[in-house]
């Protein structure tokens, strides 16, 4: 059985506070690695290329390739469809070739080796929409079908590339959507439509989701966790069934610093997930379908953070930390947002949400990776079956352990959350009734909230319920473990069990009747991400040597704070057997040959 437990601090003196140690059974069940492990990423970036074949959402050549060799396009990957990129290179036919072509490299090598297109569709076409702007909602719905489908047939049915296409991005945020909630449907529903008349057509099924919220409950209103059916999410829901309209899979955004956002807890006593999946039952949808959060990153409300740059470490540590915990909701796929940062754009937006760097000062290409992307690379190393662990006891380090055909593959996350606080009492205010909400809102916005998590004011002098002061406590023991550990490294015991199946030796002891255990080498190899590096760091191995294993080995890691560790144990091969040279036969000479002077001569 494989377990994780705490170390008895108090019993020994050698002990540090905060000590782990875990337990691998590597005899015990296992599972195939679900696909939510998978690396997955937006290939957005940059948002601006002096090449206008190129497009302009797009991250650079460079970026993409490095991704494809190091990492592969096994996964599910979203790119951003710009119609209205798209049609302001009419006038220029070849051009506008050159454009759709780029794109349709990208999807045709992600698809060649059984990869997920996720295409965004969006962008209102200059001429087509309300107002002079992207984001504006179309005129003649009929004419915007008929564009978005000769897209569609030329991709899914012409060229039978593996493509999901998903109806507009973020459109509770008028950042990105200029309409209403109404228009949003209409919208959707002449995508639909175009997608109903090609598998008709064709007999081709074509998937088609939404609505791509920034957060699950959201709707264009502001919507609040509080009123989860007021989400544009269950609008879609209830109008694809009333109007017999395609509905394939359902993403939303999700960015956070909680590694426990998607367990949100509901008014309806379930988490998110659960209640999104009896809404499908509930309007005779499959109740099966995807769910996936399309973009997700690590995140504090700005568009520019040092966690993600010069301290990408905090960010590299807090994607299996997340990771683990979208497996534990029942969350089907995730796309991390995205490959490249974005700066030097039209819009002018700098956010430095990418894997990669870049300079865009310099006229030829000039960046690299971040220590966030050996994150992925890390994953892409992870075997193809993982253990069925127990939940781990520890609000602070999560591993994930695989099985490979020659050995193990294990990742460790020490990640702390900064903001642990107001995301735990986000994560659970819908547990609250109305009053107990309010109450609790008013004093996260006074003076006292900050004295009450230090312990500097007395709950028992605070007038809030029963379990609002339940809440608060454990809010502030979270505060005083987070900051703790933020400082501290964390020894972790790694003991693996049955590795190996016992082999003995041909020739057993028989005066003591024990066999003599046959140990195999095995190449030890650890890889780390931590404070010591940000940016272009090498995904080589910190520690590495041969261990002799049979049917236990132990291994003590020190996890830093804020950091991601990897462990490698691969059997080395037998060396192949020499076989001695067999004897030849001596020649015998016939009679009449002599031997003389080292020549033979036959008499005469």
């Known amino acids: 059985m494989v377990s994780f437990q705490l170390s008895a601090f108090s019993c020994q003196l050698s002990a540090q506070e905060g000590d782990l140690e875990f337990n691998l059974d590597v005899s015990s069940s296992t599972m195939p690695l679900p696909k939510i492990f998978k690396p997955g990423i937006d290939l957005s970036g940059r948002g601006f ?3 206008a074949g190129w497009p302009q959402g797009l991250a650079a050549r460079e970026a993409i390739g490095a991704w494809q060799k190091d ?5 599910i990957y979203r790119l951003q469809y710009d119609l209205w990129d798209i049609n302001e290179l009419a006038k220029d036919k070849d051009l506008q070739d050159k454009l759709l072509g780029n794109y349709e490299t990208v999807i045709k090598n992600i698809t060649e080796v059984g990869g997920i297109v996720i295409l965004n569709i969006f962008g209102t076409p200059a001429g087509m929409g309300k107002v002079l702007d992207k984001k504006t909602v179309p005129v003649d719905l009929k004419v915007f079908k008929e564009l978005a489908k000769g897209y569609i047939r030329t991709l899914s049915c012409d060229k039978k590339y593996n493509i999901w296409y998903e109806v507009w991005s973020a459109p509770d945020s008028d950042d ?8 949003y449907l209409d919208l959707y529903r002449a995508v639909a439509e175009a997608v109903k008349e090609l598998e008709a057509e064709t007999k081709i099924f074509i998937p088609i989701g939404g609505p791509a919220v920034s957060w699950w409950f959201k709707n264009l209103d502001s919507n609040s966790i509080a009123t989860p059916e007021k989400s544009l999410l269950y609008e879609l829901m209830k109008f694809c069934s009333q109007n017999k309209l395609p509905l394939n899979f359902i993403t939303w955004h ?6 426990k956002a998607d367990k949100e807890t509901t008014i309806y006593n379930k988490p998110a997930v659960d209640l999104i999946r009896n809404w499908l039952s509930y309007f005779n949808l499959e109740t099966h379908l995807p769910l996936i959060v399309d973009e997700w990153n690590y995140d504090r409300e700005a568009n520019v953070l040092p966690e993600r ?19 534990e909701a029942g969350i089907d796929y995730q796309i991390f947002y995205s490959l490249e940062d974005f700066k030097n754009n039209k819009e002018g937006v700098v956010r ?14 000039k960046g690299g990776p971040k220590s966030i992307y050996n994150a992925f690379r890390m994953f892409a190393n992870l075997g193809k079956d993982m253990f069925t662990l127990p939940k781990v006891d520890d609000e602070f380090v999560h591993i994930i352990a695989t099985k490979t055909e020659d050995g193990l593959v294990i990742l460790i996350d020490n990640y702390i959350d900064p903001e642990i606080v107001r995301n735990y009492l986000s994560r659970n205010i819908a547990s609250l009734n109305d009053k107990e909400r309010k109450a609790l809102l008013k004093l996260m916005r006074s003076d006292k909230f900050a004295k009450i998590i230090v312990r500097r004011l007395n709950l028992s002098k605070i007038r809030v319920s029963k379990k609002t002061k339940s809440l608060l406590k454990k809010a502030q023991a979270l505060n005083e473990q987070a900051i ?32 003599n255990g046959v140990k195999d080498t095995y190449l030890y190899q ?52 020499i076989k001695a040279p067999e004897t030849e036969e001596p020649v015998v000479l016939p009679e009449e040959s002599v031997q003389s002077n080292g020549a033979t001569q036959n008499k005469e």
């Open 484 to 515: 703790k550990f933020m400082e501290v490294n964390r020894n972790l015991k790694l003991v693996i069990k049955n590795l190996n199946p016992v082999r003995n030796s041909e020739s057993p002891s028989l005066e003591s009747g024990i066999s």
């Open 254 to 259: 999700a960015y956070s610093t909680d590694p």
């Open 49 to 51: 290329h002096q090449d």
């Open 176 to 183: 990105f959507f200029l309409g209403r909630q109404q228009e």
């Open 526 to 577: 650890r890889y780390a991400i931590d404070a010591a590096c940000s940016q272009n760091c090498e995904f080589t191995p910190v520690e590495e040597k041969e261990v002799a294993i049979s049917d236990l080995y132990q291994e003590t890691l020190i996890l830093k704070p804020y950091s991601l560790q990897m462990v490698i144990l691969k059997k080395k091969p037998a060396p192949p057997e």
């Open 352 to 365: 430095n949400v990418g894997l990669f760097w870049f300079d865009s000062k310099e006229p030829d290409y």
């Open 71 to 75: 990492i592969g396009f096994s996964g």
């Open 309 to 327: 740059n010069e301290k990408s470490n905090i960010c590299a540590s807090y994607i299996p930390a997340r990771l683990k915990n979208m497996y």
